[in-house]
């Protein structure tokens, strides 16, 4: 067994302290469209932002990561149940998970051992939901600022499989019938300190520091200060937030690449970025 791709363990704790909550609105619609509110699985749970989400909607949550130190990091809730374990081997009994949620993890996966896991555990009605967040938002100045740091300073220093979460994984066929994506946002209310912490969760950020032995964000600070100002102002950053879902149909063989609209599609144009605070 290969071991898994662990871009995050390192740094657990700046993870859990500076990376975005997920909108109720979306855990409010991953209700909505579940037949049972028995057991979600948040496979890649990370900290658990998005598994402390579904607790308040569903009886039982198990939430799974490869990473001991992110599992060390969750957020502790009655109704979950952290545990280490790969997405491709969860140890959860079959035909039990009424929803599985991927959030901003699905390209770290073997994903046709994932596809068979999911299929194994998923009730005759489950759901597989895929979430993804790429480019950061604040207002013109401070985005033209962060874009040139994300594709130029740390761009060659991401991971290849990025690319998937830039396409919202439209290169790959997920052998389950999909119903209409929804799209939401993330919002935070953030002072610079804050956003800078965010940027050095990145992994490419990461990369750069081990390959070139300093900070790239430390040589962003003076620009983002001319254009912030007062560093304790707080902005409100905003994520755009896309969500794919698909009918696991674990008793039934689905067809490869087959889409199935089924659901009233959410969502549209994103609010332009509101000025600071």
């Not at 909505?32 to 949550?61: M, P």
């Not at 299929?119 to 962060?146: C, F, M, Q, W």
């Not at 935070?188 to 790239?216: E, H, M, V």
């Not at 969500?243 to 008793?251: A, D, H, K, Y």
């Amino acid at each position: 067994m290969t071991t898994f791709k662990d871009h995050f363990s390192g740094h657990a704790a700046d993870y859990a302290k500076f990376r975005p909550n997920y909108p109720p609105e979306l855990f409010d619609y991953l209700a909505s469209i579940s037949s049972e509110r028995e057991l979600a699985w948040d496979c890649a749970t990370g900290n658990g932002q998005a598994a402390v989400g579904l607790a308040e909607h569903f009886a039982k949550v198990t939430a799974t990561d490869a990473s001991a130190q992110q599992i060390e990091s969750a957020q502790p809730h009655p109704s979950i149940s952290y545990r280490i374990a790969r997405a491709e081997a969860s140890g959860i009994d079959p035909d039990s998970v009424d929803l599985i949620l991927v959030a901003q993890a699905l390209h770290w996966f073997d994903m046709n051992r994932f596809f068979t896991e999911a299929k194994r555990v998923s009730k005759e009605s489950g759901i597989l939901a895929v979430s993804t967040y790429t480019h950061v938002g604040i207002n013109p100045e401070i985005d033209a600022i962060l874009s040139k740091f994300y594709h130029e300073t740390t761009g060659p220093y991401w991971p290849p499989e990025r690319e998937l979460v830039e396409t919202n994984f439209e290169s790959i066929r997920f052998p389950f019938p999909e119903l209409s994506p929804h799209q939401f946002k993330m919002r935070q209310q953030w002072n610079l300190a804050q956003l800078t912490g965010y940027l050095r969760t990145w992994s490419a950020t990461k990369k750069f520091i081990a390959a070139r032995g300093f900070d790239p964000v430390d040589s962003l600070m003076p620009g983002l200060a001319n254009v912030w100002h007062d560093r304790e102002h707080v902005c409100q950053v905003t994520w755009p937030l896309k969500l794919r879902i698909f009918r696991v149909q674990s008793g039934v063989r689905a067809e490869a690449g087959k889409t199935i609209h089924t659901e009233k599609e959410r969502g549209g144009p994103f609010d332009p970025p509101l000025p600071c605070l």
